[in-house]
Nanobody, 132 residues
């Protein structure tokens, strides 16, 4: 089984920055290669109190294609280090409305989806709080 561990959240003032990290371990099943992480789409989602979970950003295996929600474009950047089975989310120019629990997610089929239903594995979440 796959385990994802999120870290890096915290309390920051508006305009500040954070870097979230997600470490992956394990393997989805025997039909996936040992280096399945290199072939997966990795995503970040967030959920604010009283709101539904929403897509933030994702990075595909193919040409390391990245995409992000309109609300974070130009401020957040996703990256990955397949040698470490890790994915990162750099959060810049933070706003109070970015306050949420941020979750790392893995889609071993590399669908490149923005829908949470396509992601099979999830981290435990890391809290980001932005004060005004």
């Amino acid at each position: 089984q796959v385990q994802l561990v999120d870290s890096g959240g915290g309390l920051v003032q508006a305009g500040g920055s954070l870097r979230l990290a997600c470490a992956a371990s394990g393997r989805p099943s025997s039909r996936y290669p040992m280096d399945w992480f290199r072939q997966a789409t990795m995503g970040w989602f967030r959920q604010a109190p009283g709101k539904e979970r929403e897509f933030v950003a994702a990075i595909r295996r193919s040409f390391l294609t990245t995409f992000a929600a309109d609300s974070v474009k130009g401020r957040f950047a996703i990256s990955r280090d397949s040698t470490k089975n890790a994915v990162y989310l750099r959060l810049n120019s933070l706003k109070p409305e970015d306050t949420a629990v941020y979750y790392c997610a893995a889609d071993p089929t590399d669908s490149g989806s923005t829908y949470s239903q396509e992601y099979n594995y999830w981290g435990q979440g890391t809290q980001v709080t932005v004060s005004s």
